[in-house]
C-alpha cells in the first residue's frame, strides 16, 4: 500500500485558505487519493476524492498534480470549526482498504 | 450521505469479560466492512477487513481470537472484544464501503465506541 507523508501540524487563522500537501510517491495506477477529517471523539468525514488534476466540491478542492505522487487539500475560507485533524489516504485498488497516516492537526485561530 | 452507526458508544467493562461491538450501514449494503482502534493522540490503525458471508482478514499482528469479528448481513458487522485487559481499552471505529457506490473507495465511518476495561 502507499505510504503518506504530511505535514504533522499546521497553524492558520479565521478566514485564511489553507493548503495542505500530501506526498504520495508510491501510488498505484488504480489507487484513489481520498482526504477525511477527524474531530476528537469522532470517527472520520470524507472531504474530498480525486484521481487526477482538480476535483471541486462544497468544501475543499483537491488538486493533484499530472504524476499524481503528491496531492493538495484547498480549504478556501477556513473558521474555528475546522480545527481537525486531516488526514491523506491512497485507498488500495482491489481491497479498498486504507491504511491511515499520522495525520495533519489544524488549529485555526481567531 | 450514507450513515454509518455503532452501538454501544461507550462501555465500561470489567477485566476478564467480552464485549460486543456493532457496526450497521444504516441507509446502503456493505459487503466489506472495515474496523479501527485509536489511542488518545494517535492515528487509526486498521485492525481487520471484514466481508459479508466469509471470514475476516486480520491485520498482521492483530489477534483474530481475541478480536472475533462477525459480518452475517449486509448491514451488520460485529466484533467482539474476548477476555478484555486494561491494554485493549481503546476507541473503536468501523467503516463500511457502499457496494452501489458511485464514489470509489468513499469509506463512511461510524461514531466510534469508547471501550474502558477496568
Known amino acids: 500500500l502507499a505510504k503518506t507523508t504530511q505535514p504533522i501540524s499546521m497553524d492558520s487563522y479565521e478566514g485564511q485558505e489553507v493548503n495542505i500537501t500530501c506526498s504520495h510517491n508510491?501510488?498505484?495506477?488504480?489507487?484513489?487519493i481520498t482526504w477525511y477529517q477527524q474531530f476528537p471523539s469522532q470517527g472520520p468525514r470524507f472531504i474530498i476524492q480525486g484521481y487526477k488534476t482538480k476535483v471541486t466540491n462544497e468544501v475543499a478542492s483537491l488538486f493533484i498534480p499530472a504524476d499524481r505522487k503528491s496531492s493538495t487539500l484547498s480549504l478556501p475560507r477556513v473558521s474555528l470549526s475546522d480545527t481537525a485533524v486531516y488526514y491523506c489516504?491512497?485507498?488500495?485498488?482491489?481491497?479498498?482498504?486504507?491504511?491511515f497516516g499520522q495525520g495533519t492537526t489544524l488549529q485555526v485561530k481567531p | 450521505g450514507a450513515v454509518v452507526s455503532q452501538h454501544p458508544s461507550r462501555v465500561i467493562c470489567k477485566s476478564g469479560t467480552s464485549v460486543k461491538i456493532e457496526c450497521r450501514s444504516l441507509?446502503?449494503?456493505?459487503?466489506?466492512m472495515f474496523w479501527y482502534r485509536q489511542f488518545p493522540k494517535k492515528s487509526l490503525m486498521l485492525m481487520a477487513t471484514?466481508?459479508?458471508?466469509?471470514?475476516?482478514?486480520?491485520e498482521q499482528g492483530v489477534e483474530k481470537d481475541k478480536f472475533l469479528i462477525n459480518h452475517a448481513s449486509l448491514t451488520l458487522s460485529t466484533l467482539t472484544v474476548t477476555s478484555a485487559h486494561p491494554e485493549d481499552s481503546s476507541f473503536y471505529i468501523c467503516?463500511?464501503?457502499?457496494?452501489?457506490?458511485?464514489?470509489?473507495?468513499?469509506?463512511?465511518f461510524g461514531p466510534g465506541t469508547r471501550l474502558t476495561v477496568t
Open positions: 508510491n501510488i498505484a495506477t488504480n489507487d484513489y
Open positions: 441507509d446502503f449494503q456493505a459487503t466489506t
Open positions: 489516504l491512497v485507498g488500495e485498488g482491489n481491497t479498498g482498504k486504507l491504511i
Open positions: 467503516s463500511a464501503r457502499d457496494s452501489e457506490g458511485t464514489t470509489p473507495y468513499e469509506q463512511y
Open positions: 471484514s466481508n459479508e458471508g466469509s471470514k475476516a482478514t486480520y
